[in-house]
């Protein structure tokens, strides 16, 4: 089983699921961000009611690039004041290598496995399995 801070990752995907077509819900898919982030930056911004210059934009998206968050978790990991993470026994953020499907490498070939058939099986109706890019 997949299991986040508290409980299985899947039931808290599908727990929101069950609100997709409510007005105060936005969902967004990491592929969409890979493709186009200022879209999707313009897009949460309506969402939230903002109407971010082109400049602002640009700003948000640069700092929300893999290489600028895990500089920026590295200098705050320094202060021990600043980060905490219940996620890691040293209770630092981690930002690996910023590579989609690098989990597998560090999965053994059970636990890959394991995953896709729980994934194959909980996800099958899922609106929102429809938008992930997931490689078994």
Known sequence: ???????????????????????NILFLFYEDMKK??????KKLSAFLGLNPSESKIYEICKK????EMKTNTEKENSDQNRTV???????????RKGTVGDWKNHFTPKQNRLFEETFKKKMTFSEVAKHLVYEC
Request: proline residues 2%; charged residues 20%; aromatic residues 14%.
């Open 1 to 23: 089983m997949v299991v986040v801070v508290c409980g299985s990752w899947f039931d808290h995907v599908l727990s929101w699921e069950k609100h997709w077509h409510e007005k």
């Open 36 to 41: 186009d982030l200022p879209k999707v930056v």
């Open 64 to 67: 929300a690039s893999f290489s």
């Open 85 to 95: 993470c219940v996620l890691t026994s040293n209770r630092k953020l981690i930002f």
